[in-house]
């Protein structure tokens, strides 16, 4: 019996270290000034940054930009996207020319044989 309430105590003390954690994260968040040395503790710390909502305010702190750096290089990178997608289809459209050339080509001279 006292192996089972020591078990239960253990992953008690586990599911309410994971409340306390969590607010620990939030709380440092929240200051004026980040402490960003007790952030990255946290995030390595058993459990990291607990969830995608933490870890989307935290790692902006932890790498030193901000959310309108964040915001202009998703711009940037979806343009280069979209830029690539273009060329990559003009690309294609290019290289359908090319054989379709290089077919009439061949067919030319086999027939001046």
Not at 11 to 20: A, G, L, V, Y
Not at 29 to 52: F, H, K, T, Y
Not at 56 to 63: E, I, N, Q, S, Y
Request: hydrophobic share 35%; proline share 2%.
């Amino acid at each position: 019996k006292l192996t089972n309430s020591l078990l239960y105590v253990t992953s008690m003390e586990q599911f309410t270290n994971k409340p306390r954690k969590a607010r620990e994260i939030e709380l440092t968040l929240n200051e004026w000034d980040v402490d960003i040395w007790r952030l990255r503790e946290l995030a390595l710390s058993e459990g990291g940054l607990m969830n995608q909502e933490l870890r989307r305010k935290a790692w902006p702190k932890l790498l030193g930009i901000s959310g309108e750096d964040i915001a202009q290089h998703r711009e940037k990178w979806r343009a280069q996207q979209l830029e690539s997608s273009t060329l990559n289809a003009n690309d294609k459209d290019d290289d359908d020319d090319d054989s379709s050339t290089t077919s009439v080509a061949s067919g030319i001279m086999t027939n001046a044989d």
